[in-house]
């Protein structure tokens, strides 16, 4: 068998990236770790993504976004406040409208349960004629002058033009290539979990800047049993975090309140949490003889903001923009002069994302009273500028 393209990973990124391929016609084969079942309808987890308006469409174009589900929780309004635990927030504030943004879709992001995100990426990996699903199979890649061969762990053999690695931080095709990478820890856990609240949410999102790191609260659609429903994505120092995630529902959802705020009433934990250790990555190239690198393998930052996956989403617009436009030209789609284009049209996006992303969160992670008092004054002084204001959300949704 030879393809056009193979992608290693069916995350949301490699999985989304895959069936944006094959709805263009390209040949693609999708390998994964782990089993992909074409109906799986998990439990409800805690987990959302944040899809910004520019990440869309991506998953329009691939035919996700129509497959999801389960209701998607639009975010119209997102405050930004500085304060510390058990302290009320401080007055100079910032906040964005959609209104302000000049985006027709009338959201500046959307919240898409992890579930139903996975349901309907399987669901469409599996129902696309241009698109050949192997998982669970570990994939071993060997580049050549006109194509890459891979060999599977199951014994299946074949040949891509192109491969990309999308398994994420510890990507072996990554480490396999030799590619440099440097990392560094923020000392940081993120604790992420679902919280059912007495009030509605109005659709508006909450980023407060707390001296152990931000904590965000996130609108969802209504579930299945909750009519006020939003993800919570809590930073806390590492050292704590454990003593946290230990606490009894009652303990866990007073010390959610404590951050939150009393502005959605009383609150209450639902579905499961979880706890990952936040550091910073810079993978110095992505690309290799026919290999191209994306999402969680290519960069890592902080999840202030909730960038992170749309970071690795453009990456997917990207190579996808790029691969189609080459395919339909009949070029050699892992040509190293096409592989250069993908890593110049990355490079000033990911960069500039790690840089903003680590200096917020050091400049605000800190209870220091001269700090305090410059990024409020920041923080009032962007509120009132609305041509800065503006820029900064469309940077954020994707769309700068």
Known sequence: MAYDVCIVGAGPVGGALACRLAVAGLRVAA????????????????????????????????GLWDALPLPVGPIEQIRVSDG?????????????????AGEPSGALGWMVEA??????????????AELDVFAPAIASVTPGAAAAEIRLSTGAQFSARLVVAAEGRDSPLRRAAGIPVQRWPYHQSGIVCAIAHERPHGRVALEHFLPAGPFAQLPMAPSETEPN???????????????????DEAQFGREVARRLGPHLGAVRPVGKRWVYPLSAMYVHRVVAPRLAIVGDAAHGIHPIAGQGLNLGLRDAIALADLLIAAHARGEDLGAAALLERYQRAR??????????????????STNLAPARLLRDLG???????????????????GLG
Do not use: C
Request: charged letters at 25%; a positive charge.
């Open 84 to 100: 510390a635990v058990g302290r009320a927030a401080s007055p100079l504030h910032l906040h964005f409208n959609v209104a302000d």
């Open 347 to 364: 490079r000033v996006d990911v960069i500039s994302m790690l840089i903003a992303t680590d200096g917020l969160d050091r400049l605000f």
């Open 31 to 62: 390998i994964d770790r782990a089993a992909l079942p074409p109906m799986e309808h998990p439990d409800f987890d805690g987990r959302a993504y944040a899809i910004a308006a520019g990440s869309r469409r991506l998953l329009t174009e691939a």
């Open 379 to 397: 923080i009032a002084a962007v509120h009132r500028m609305p041509a800065l204001k503006r820029a900064f959300m469309r940077q954020a949704m």
């Open 229 to 247: 429903i939003s993800a919570i994505v809590w930073t806390e120092r590492s050292a704590d975090a454990p003593r946290f995630m230990a606490l």
């Open 115 to 128: 579930r139903s995100f996975r349901v309907a990426v399987n669901a469409r990996l599996h129902a696309l």
